[in-house]
């Protein structure tokens, strides 16, 4: 049996397996892919529209209360490059 864990962006739960780790560095959220870096850890689907969820509900302040600041932008960025397709729906294309 998996051990199952809950998003902090929906709120659903999913087996860990499916879900993405992220721990607080100094004032930026970095995804943990292998489960292994310090400290505690908040799971996170490996969507976009999970992390914009979760930063809606203000998820990583309370998960990490003792954090300085939780800038997002890494881990947008390396949500973007593992899924770019997960851009709330909408295909984007620059042109030009």
């Known amino acids: 049996m998996e051990p199952v ?10 087996p860990r397996s499916s879900l993405l ?5 100094g004032d930026r959220l970095v995804a943990d892919a292998t489960a292994s870096l310090p400290g ?3 799971w996170l689907h490996p969507t976009v529209d999970c992390l ?4 809606v509900r203000r998820a990583f302040r309370r998960a990490f209360p003792r954090a300085e600041a939780n ?10 490059m593992k ?14």
């Open 5 to 14: 864990r809950t998003c902090v962006g929906c709120r659903q739960r999913a």
């Open 21 to 25: 780790r992220v721990v607080a560095e």
């Open 40 to 42: 505690r850890g908040a």
């Open 52 to 55: 914009e969820k979760s930063i």
């Open 71 to 80: 800038d997002p932008d890494d881990l947008r960025r390396y949500l973007m």
């Open 83 to 96: 899924s770019p397709s997960t851009t709330g729906g909408a295909i984007v294309e620059r042109t030009g």
